[in-house]
């Protein structure tokens, strides 16, 4: 029931029927099946087949939680790093995305390396962000990949090594993911870590645009016209 209702939450081959999965995951959870919790969940953050609702959100992956899904587990704990229907408390949200990482879930090590590189709860530490994430990166989460880049490219918690951070920033544009597309793009044009290459820069800034990255919308309208 979980993986008809994922197929209906997205659409696999017709239109997205996001009400008709809400019931097969309702379905399945009452069979015990965990991560159809977390799903419930999910539809409830973000107002899928039913009124988005963050308290039920949060019930809902709390129950998955303590279950062990620790993808819930992570969630939780950006309900309460963003203060979604509940107050801001980074120091929650470190415990539960502390939880995730240590379990080995690529989101909570992706999360938990955000608040060491913001210092959000914790002591700056560019070399805690890095180590996290690349362990999230280790199990290919694109986030993760572009923000390694990232460090190598500023030179925080590492050397500055640009051929290093296109590298990472490749990795993660090859799953579509917006800001790695864009950097792609940047490190093509400004010959950072690779030979200068307009056309491919272009290109990469075409492809974050179609995911919807906004600086290379501009810069493509702004090429294009």
């Known amino acids: ?13 017709s239109a997205r029927e996001p009400v008709r999965a809400l019931e097969l995951y309702r379905k399945a959870a009452e069979r015990g099946d965990v991560p159809a919790l977390r ?29 062990g899904d620790l993808d819930a587990e992570a969630l939780v704990g950006q309900l309460f790093q963003q203060g979604l229907g509940l107050p801001r408390n980074i120091d929650a949200a470190r415990q539960h995305y502390d939880k995730a990482a240590v379990g080995g879930n690529p989101a909570g090590e992706l ?21 996290w994430y690349q362990k999230s990166a280790e199990q290919g989460n694109a986030t993760a990949l572009n923000n390694v880049g990232y460090l190598y490219d500023e030179g925080l918690g590492v050397a500055r090594d640009y051929q290093q951070a296109f590298a990472w920033y490749l990795k993660a544009a090859e799953q579509d993911e917006p800001t790695a597309l864009f950097n792609v793009g940047y490190m093509y044009e400004e010959a950072r870590g690779v ?12 492809r974050a645009a179609e995911q919807g990255h906004q600086e290379a919308r501009r810069i493509v309208g702004q090429t294009v016209r």
């Open 195 to 206: 030979a200068r290459n307009l056309d491919e820069a272009f290109r990469y800034y075409q």
């Open 39 to 67: 799903a419930i969940g999910w539809h409830y953050q973000t107002g899928q087949g039913v009124a988005r609702d963050y308290a039920q959100a949060k019930d809902w992956y709390e129950k998955a939680a303590a279950q």
């Open 1 to 13: 029931l979980y993986n008809l209702g994922y197929l209906y939450a997205e659409g696999a081959g």
């Open 111 to 131: 999360f938990l390396g955000w608040l060491y590189q913001q210092g959000l709860g914790v002591a700056q530490d560019y070399r805690a962000a890095l180590t």
